[in-house]
């Protein structure tokens, strides 16, 4: 039997701070002057216009990475604040045996800045660390809102976003399981690989991909190989990057 070594959630979440950037929240000072809360990005997200927060980031990935097609980078976008949200709720969940209240109301965000996602939490109220709560915290308060505002927007088929959020689930459980093994703390992987299990068996998550052990195999691809210089990702459906019929990706 492992033995769970949980302390309480601390103002800073400072247990964070090893594990990497991607798990990192911000929760002292102040977010800068009308930095949206990710409610009010989920509510326009559907816009069109460019001052919604989810429409300039989209916009911005895309200009960075020269993508061809709006929706390639709504994908990737996507991807990345799922990342973020996984990697800060898993992490708290195996650190601390909770996670804060991540509630879309609480939780500010930077559209312009760059990656990893800049999130700040403007208060620290406890919740349960169980993979029940993870999953209505990440998939229902932020993942659903934003995957269907993004499928209307950009005609961004459901299924692969929900593999991108599989994706990020994976990548994140992997990240800790590196941690855990490189710093002795058998707790944290043991913690990390049955929460992840479990989220895994939602009915969101179940038909995103295959695991084997810590690495994951998606059905979806999230579109990055049509992006100049592109290539597959490690977990993508593809082995190689498709020569024809490239939307038959989007599913």
């Not at 033995?3 to 000072?29: C, S």
């Not at 406890?126 to 269907?148: F, K, Q």
Request: proline share 7%; hydrophobic share 45%.
């Amino acid at each position: 039997m492992v033995l769970l070594l949980f302390v309480d959630l601390d103002p800073d979440l400072a247990a964070l701070r090893p594990l990497g950037a991607f798990f990192v929240l911000r929760t002292t000072g102040a977010p800068r002057p009308a930095l949206p809360t990710l409610v009010q990005t989920y509510e326009n997200a559907s816009s069109d216009v460019y001052g919604n927060p989810m429409t300039f980031r989209v916009r911005k990935v895309a200009e960075a990475l020269h993508a061809p097609e709006l929706r390639i980078a709504a994908s990737i976008a996507h991807q990345g604040l799922a990342a973020r949200l996984w990697s800060v709720a898993l992490g708290c969940s195996v650190m601390y045996g909770r996670i804060p209240d991540l509630a879309p109301g609480l939780l500010h965000w930077d559209p312009d800045g760059s990656a990893p996602d800049d999130l700040w939490l403007s208060a620290v109220e406890p919740l349960p660390g169980d993979a029940a709560t993870l999953a209505e915290v990440v998939l229902h308060s932020h993942l659903e809102p934003l995957t269907a505002a993004l499928h209307t927007r950009y005609r961004i088929a459901t299924g692969l976003l929900w593999g991108n959020a599989g994706s990020a689930l994976a990548g994140a459980a992997r990240q800790l399981d590196g941690w855990a093994r490189a710093n002795g703390r058998s707790d944290v992987g043991a913690r990390a690989r049955s929460l992840t299990t479990e989220l895994f068996g939602h009915p969101l998550l179940a038909g995103t991909g295959t695991r084997t052990g810590t690495a994951f195999r998606r059905r979806s691809c999230c579109l990055y190989y049509r992006l100049p210089g592109g290539g597959v990702c490690g977990d993508c459906c593809f082995t190689r990057a498709p020569r024809s019929s490239p939307r038959a990706a989007s599913g």
